[in-house]
């Protein structure tokens, strides 16, 4: 997620903190092979607070016996879409104000290849069972936004609880064995889409939104991008990687397989 604008919150008070938040997981019948490589920031139990999605946080699958360095045949999940130029939009991207990392890949409109506006088909990267699907999501509020910057600001990194709201509405797909892509900031979901429904690969999932992002409710319109994760058991591709190595193992994973479109 690129860095938001702030002055509006800087009239509340608020510190420019939670402004740089990104989002921004049955098997299927899919073959995918990967390779998993480093472990999951720590985290700090807390207490809970709402979420924009109101709904209870639903933990990755257990650790993953697939080779993440052997993973090709995943759909874009914009079609037409490429790999964004920019490392900061990559995963394993550093995130020095909570401590973190970016765990997914953002494709924003002017480095994506294709047009990315509010309600661009987003679809299934591999052929899957859905795990979540946000139907019923609440939109983030300015008071929440305040709420989570304190968080962030107060424990030096955002626990999951809290990235799960900046990653606003979303669509899980469980690809089997672990393996997971995630579907974040999305402005609708097909009505098709519902926890336990079998999806093939390219099967539309929703449309590209800003939701659970600060600036859908302080600059409307101006984080409008698909944040799209891989997740391998407890972890995410690429994780502890360098941007080279990052960018190959994302290049392969959506390079033709024997899996593609499975």
Known sequence: MRAPRRDFLRLLGVTPLA????????????????????????????AAIPTATAMPFTPTPPPSTIDPNALVGL?????????????????NAPRAYRNGFHEGVDFYFGD????????????AAAAGVVK????????????????????????????PGTLDTYRGRQ??????????TRYCHLDSIDEGIAV???????????????????ESVTSPNTE???????RIGESFLGDGLDPATVRALYEQAFSPGPSAGA
């Open 196 to 214: 336990g429904i079998q999806v093939t690969a390219g099967q539309l999932v929703g449309g590209i939104g800003e939701s659970g992002t600060p």
């Open 19 to 46: 402004l740089l938040l990104n989002g921004c997981l049955g098997g299927g019948d899919s073959d995918i092979t990967v390779l998993a490589d480093g472990s999951p920031v720590a985290s700090t139990p807390t």
């Open 132 to 159: 979540r699907a946000d139907h019923d999501y609440v939109e983030l509020t300015v008071e929440q936004v305040v709420e989570l910057d304190a968080r962030t600001a107060a424990q030096g990194f955002s626990d």
């Open 224 to 230: 409008l991008h698909l944040h799209f994760e891989v």
């Open 75 to 91: 759909t874009m999940p914009v079609e037409g879409a490429c790999l964004p130029s920019s490392d900061r939009l990559m995963p």
């Open 112 to 123: 994506s290849c294709v047009v990315i506006d509010r309600g661009t088909p987003v679809i």
């Open 171 to 180: 669509v899980w797909i469980d690809h089997g064995n672990g393996l997971v």
